[in-house]
């Protein structure tokens, strides 16, 4: 199994953009893994953000596709979220996660979480 | 897009108990792709169950899954204290791979 583990600002401001990073240890980003990322709002369910095989082939939630970007770096061995627009909605504890496979399936490894708070 | 609901919202069952989570599905799942995940406070989601009914290693025999088409079910056959925490289905049978909203197991 990898390991995974978030990172990026904590506070966004309204109107910006969240940018996240997921560093991946104990296996490589060119695995044939789907790579994804999760949110969970506070005192809410989890909702699936999008997912990316290394090749660059991504999946969006078709809700969030016009403002997320999830793209793979092989030389630092990571992946990263780009959500733009942000809200007050888009406040969350942010997961990446990775299913073993290159066809869509459960998430097997998961990083535990950042939070990123959107406000003025 | 498929929608899952999970019922009950909140479970309150004691140790020893049997659990019986719900995840009904619309439209139906094509393969049974379904997920069941633990989540406790402060730690990441956990994979319990795949393909509605195949186990991860390592995961208790007292979990199983069952189901197909549109109604899943996880059932805990004897709670552990450890066992208290929220419980998500998930498909990925088609984007979105949408997550049933949880239920909450809670102790009595």
């Known amino acids: 199994q990898v390991q995974l583990q978030e990172s990026g600002p904590g506070l966004v401001k309204p109107s910006g953009t969240l940018s996240l990073t997921c560093a991946v240890s104990?296996?490589?980003?060119?695995?044939?893994?789907?790579w994804t990322w999760v949110r969970q709002p506070p005192g809410k369910g989890l909702e699936w953000i999008g997912e990316?095989?290394?090749?660059?082939?991504?999946t969006y939630n078709p809700s969030l596709k016009s403002r997320v970007t999830i793209s793979v770096d092989k030389s630092k061995n990571q992946f990263s979220l780009k959500l733009t627009s942000v809200t007050a909605a888009d406040t969350a504890l942010y997961y990446c996660?990775?299913?073993?496979?290159?066809?869509?399936?459960?998430?097997?490894?998961w990083g535990q979480g950042t939070l990123v708070t959107v406000s003025s | 897009e498929i929608v899952l609901t999970q019922s009950p919202g909140t479970l309150s069952l004691s140790p020893g108990e049997r659990a019986t989570l719900s995840c009904r599905a619309s439209?139906?799942?094509?393969?049974?792709?379904v997920a069941w995940y633990q989540h406790k406070p402060g730690q990441a989601p956990r994979l319990l169950i795949y393909?509605?009914?195949t186990r991860i290693t390592g995961i208790p025999d007292r979990f199983s899954g069952s189901g197909s088409g549109a109604d899943f079910t996880l059932t805990i056959s004897r709670l552990e204290p450890e066992d208290f925490a929220v419980y998500y289905c998930?498909?990925?049978?088609?984007?979105?791979?949408?997550f049933g909203q949880g239920t909450k197991l809670e102790i009595k």
């Open positions: 996660a990775a299913h073993r496979g290159e066809t869509p399936g459960p998430l097997d490894d």
């Open positions: 104990g296996g490589s980003i060119s695995n044939n893994y789907l």
């Open positions: 990316i095989f290394h090749s660059g082939r991504t």
């Open positions: 439209p139906s799942v094509p393969g049974n792709y």
């Open positions: 393909g509605a009914s």
């Open positions: 998930q498909h990925y049978a088609g984007s979105p791979r949408s």
